[in-house]
């Protein structure tokens, strides 16, 4: 009630259903099988074919009481096993469980603030994408002006190493990064736009997936041949289709809300 009175906000309430792992059958479990949880996948009559079917089944019927129970709060809900011992993890759906709550949060910075306190990769990931679709914009709205094309290229980057966690955090400056990389000043049409993106895909090579220098650079020749060649003799209408289809593939695979809506005209 304090959050919607200070900020006229209501936050979504999401139901974590936990311990899925123990839902019997019980030894039926791995945290590395997709299991099809979906509420719609299957008939509660039909039969099972065997023990792993079996604990689908009896998965989704726990979720649909939980849900029962829960119905005047919410329908928004996360099934999760969240065992995390010295010796033993089988943790399970927690990726989805921290996406739906970045998804959830309706202030911008805090979502990025809660990405960067989280430890899963895909999340991170998925802001980092963002950001680099950001600074893509950005430089495409700037043209040919280098001193400002460098500053949103170097703020970029320090915008990725800010939500990766320390253990694949490199002691390397930003400047040092972009000089192994090769980053060199452009005025070459639409090199810029090209150029950012590939920063922003070895910046998350490096920084959030923790790969070797070589690997990101390897990372930042590949992205910006690929873009050059997609921007070259285009229009600016088309470097704006570019980048909104860059957006909606970037949605579609971390399951994020898109920067760009259809029928935006900003």
């Known amino acids: 009630m304090g959050h919607n009175e200070t900020h006229n906000t209501e936050l979504p309430i999401i139901l974590v259903i936990n311990q899925i792992d123990l839902v019997d059958p019980a030894r039926e479990w791995n945290k590395n099988t997709l299991y099809d949880l979906s509420l719609e996948s299957r008939d509660d009559s039909s039969k099972p074919g065997n023990a792993r079917e079996q604990k689908e089944i009896n998965i989704i019927k726990c979720i649909k009481a939980r849900l029962e129970d829960y119905r005047e709060l919410t329908n928004i809900y996360v099934s999760v096993s969240a065992c995390w011992q010295e010796y033993e993890d089988t943790r399970y759906n927690i990726d989805q469980l921290e996406l739906q709550i970045y998804n959830s949060i309706p202030d911008d910075a805090a979502k990025y603030g809660f990405g960067g306190v989280t430890a899963g990769k895909p999340l991170k990931q998925a802001i980092a994408s963002k950001f680099k679709l950001t600074a893509a914009w950005f430089t495409l709205g700037v043209g040919w002006v280098p001193r400002v094309t460098k500053f949103i290229q170097n703020l970029l980057v320090k915008m990725i190493t800010k939500i990766a966690t320390p253990d694949q955090y490199q002691n390397i400056t930003i400047e040092e990064f972009l000089e192994q990389?090769?980053?060199?000043?452009?005025?070459?049409?639409?090199?810029?736009?090209?150029?950012?993106?590939?920063?922003?895909?070895?910046?998350?090579?490096?920084?959030?997936?923790?790969?070797?220098?070589?690997?990101?650079?390897?990372a930042f020749v590949q992205e910006e041949e690929h873009r050059k060649t997609e921007l070259q003799d285009v229009e600016c209408e088309d470097v704006i289709k570019i980048l909104q289809e860059i957006d909606r593939e970037i949605s579609a695979r971390y399951g994020i809300p898109p920067l760009y809506k259809d029928g935006d005209s900003n």
């Open 181 to 218: 990389l090769g980053v060199r000043p452009t005025q070459i049409k639409f090199s810029n736009v090209a150029m950012t993106l590939a920063i922003g895909e070895a910046a998350i090579s490096y920084f959030i997936e923790g790969k070797s220098l070589e690997e990101a650079r390897r």
